[in-house]
């Protein structure tokens, strides 16, 4: 069974930074994108980066030159660091992946989410 595991979530002063990273396990024979979207109280959820395996990465206007994704070394993990967080970052923080699985089928898939809560 493939899983998104994210981690990394928590109570943060504005101004302050967080990193947040997400696993993808299982029965996966390659890795399309990876990214993360979000999804504060009584809005939709967002697109917030995305990093397609050898492609172009994409951040929301919202966040960009404050967030940064990256990849790990095994392309089965995705990182968002966190800088100069606003108050409006506030949020539920979902990990995405589409990915390639056993025996040959593209999935998108979703981390369980974790809560990101900028405030003083």
């Known amino acids: 069974q493939v899983q998104l595991v994210e981690s990394g979530g928590g109570l943060v002063q504005p101004g302050g930074s967080l990193r947040l990273s997400c696993v993808a396990s299982?029965?996966?024979?390659?890795?399309?994108?990876m990214g993360w979207y979000r999804q504060a109280p009584g809005k939709q959820r967002e697109l917030v980066a995305t990093?397609?395996?050898?492609?172009?990465?994409t951040y929301a206007d919202s966040v960009k030159g404050r967030f940064t994704i990256s990849r790990g070394n095994a392309q089965n993990t995705v990182y968002l660091q966190m800088n100069s967080l606003k108050p409006e970052d506030t949020a539920i923080y979902y990990c995405?992946?589409?990915?390639?699985?056993?025996?040959?089928?593209?999935?998108?898939?979703w981390g369980q989410g974790t809560q990101v809560t900028v405030s003083s």
């Open positions: 990093m397609p395996t050898g492609g172009i990465t």
């Open positions: 299982g029965s996966i024979l390659s890795i399309n994108t």
């Open positions: 995405n992946a589409i990915l390639r699985e056993w025996p040959n089928r593209d999935f998108v898939r």
